[in-house]
């Protein structure tokens, strides 16, 4: 009897332990699910912020804005060519009107080895700032055509800021920043010669030329000198074009081969020099890669020269620099 009593009261006793476990228990996972929902309102409300704020600080190119503008327009260009091979590029700009041209690539090299990369016009259109109308003016300037595109890509964007050749430094938190600009002034080829020299100093630095053609047999729509004279010339060194006028000589390509190189404020960029060094002198250009189009095989860095009104194009390949050009609207 007395057995049969000390049985019961343990197990009394152990049931009174479990149920204080499973109260206990029930807490623990009454408190834990609170707290989880807490937290996962927190982390909801952070992401949601942190997408705010990533929406708020997007950069914005003017690249990128002019030619989502054009591409969502009717133009012409884009069924005949295809949206893909056609590119767009802002060609000029006064304070009411900018003129953007739209063109292809093409391979001008006669050696199927060398690639030469060179645009061909397609189109002209015209975006009038007061207005807000986007015409074609490709058939007949003086009769243009109104184009239809989606107004709502430039909310918030004032593409006549975004793309001046002098735009301010940005202030932090805001979409615009200042273009980057290669001071022509500072450039050294082959660490000597400036961008305009003489022929003498030409044949002293890279010898004598590996070709030459006439420009007349070219027929490039603009040239550096702009005289038209007959005897004007190309001059073909190390995969390089210099445009010649008389005792005159100018850089138009620059291809970084068989060691050629440049010093940009004593800093040396050759061959070996990486996107990411570019990016050191030229951030804005470079950064997230909004600034680069893809031209045939190879990227390209668009950065505004201060001494024309075009730009410079310092090409890559396998993320190394590959050649430069000096850009002038047609």
């Given at each position: 009897?007395?057995?049969?009593?000390?049985?019961?009261?343990?197990?009394?006793?152990?049931?009174?332990?479990?149920?204080?476990?499973?109260?206990?228990v029930t807490f623990l996972l009454s408190?834990?699910?609170?707290?989880?929902?807490?937290?996962?309102?927190?982390?909801?409300?952070?992401?949601?912020?942190?997408?705010?704020?990533?929406?708020?600080?997007?950069?914005?190119?003017?690249?990128?804005?002019?030619?989502?503008?054009?591409?969502?327009?009717?133009?012409?260009?884009?069924?005949?060519?295809?949206?893909?091979?056609?590119?767009?590029?802002?060609?000029?700009?006064?304070?009411?009107?900018?003129?953007?041209?739209?063109?292809?690539?093409?391979?001008?090299?006669?050696?199927?080895?060398?690639?030469?990369?060179?645009?061909?016009?397609?189109?002209?259109?015209?975006?009038?700032?007061?207005?807000?109308?986007?015409?074609?003016?490709?058939?007949?300037?003086?009769?243009?055509?109104?184009?239809?595109?989606?107004?709502?890509?430039?909310?918030?964007?004032?593409?006549?800021?975004?793309?001046?050749?002098?735009?301010?430094?940005?202030?932090?938190?805001?979409?615009?920043?200042?273009?980057?600009?290669?001071?022509?002034?500072?450039?050294?080829?082959?660490?000597?010669?400036?961008?305009?020299?003489?022929?003498?100093?030409?044949?002293?630095?890279?010898?004598?030329?590996?070709?030459?053609?006439?420009?007349?047999?070219?027929?490039?729509?603009?040239?550096?000198?702009?005289?038209?004279?007959?005897?004007?010339?190309?001059?073909?060194?190390n995969g390089s074009r210099f445009e010649?006028?008389?005792?005159?000589?100018?850089?138009?390509?620059?291809?970084?081969?068989?060691?050629?190189?440049?010093?940009?404020?004593?800093?040396?960029?050759?061959?070996?020099?990486?996107?990411?060094?570019?990016?050191?002198?030229?951030?804005?250009?470079?950064?997230?890669?909004?600034?680069?189009?893809?031209?045939?095989?190879?990227?390209?860095?668009?950065?505004?020269?201060?001494?024309?009104?075009?730009?410079?194009?310092?090409?890559?390949?396998?993320?190394?620099v590959y050649f430069m050009h000096w850009?002038?609207?047609?």
């Amino acid at each position: 009897m007395k057995r049969e009593q000390q049985q019961l009261q343990v197990s009394s006793l152990i049931r009174s332990a479990m149920c204080g476990i499973l109260v206990l228990v029930t807490f623990l996972l009454s408190s834990c699910h609170g707290r989880s929902d807490k937290v996962s309102k927190i982390a909801d409300t952070t992401g949601t912020e942190i997408r705010a704020f990533e929406g708020h600080g997007k950069e914005v190119s003017c690249e990128r804005l002019v030619s989502d503008l054009i591409r969502s327009s009717n133009a012409t260009a884009f069924k005949h060519f295809g949206d893909t091979t056609v590119r767009v590029r802002m060609a000029s700009m006064s304070p009411d009107k900018a003129t953007i041209k739209l063109y292809v690539i093409q391979d001008v090299s006669e050696n199927a080895a060398e690639r030469r990369p060179t645009e061909q016009a397609i189109g002209w259109l015209e975006f009038y700032r007061t207005s807000g109308r986007l015409m074609d003016i490709t058939n007949d300037p003086d009769r243009p055509e109104e184009l239809r595109y989606d107004k709502n890509i430039l909310k918030g964007h004032d593409i006549f800021i975004l793309c001046s050749p002098v735009v301010a430094a940005a202030k932090p938190g805001t979409d615009y920043e200042s273009r980057d600009v290669m001071l022509e002034k500072d450039i050294r080829f082959n660490g000597k010669l400036k961008r305009f020299f003489t022929l003498a100093e030409f044949e002293k630095v890279y010898g004598q030329p590996d070709s030459v053609r006439l420009l007349k047999d070219e027929a490039p729509c603009v040239t550096i000198f702009a005289t038209e004279a007959p005897e004007d010339k190309y001059l073909y060194k190390n995969g390089s074009r210099f445009e010649s006028s008389k005792d005159s000589v100018a850089v138009d390509e620059y291809w970084f081969l068989n060691g050629n190189f440049i010093t940009y404020k004593g800093i040396k960029i050759d061959e070996g020099t990486t996107i990411d060094d570019i990016q050191q002198l030229f951030p804005a250009a470079v950064r997230g890669r909004l600034a680069l189009d893809k031209e045939g095989e190879l990227w390209v860095v668009k950065l505004k020269s201060d001494a024309t009104y075009g730009h410079i194009k310092l090409f890559f390949k396998n993320d190394k620099v590959y050649f430069m050009h000096w850009w002038l609207p047609c």
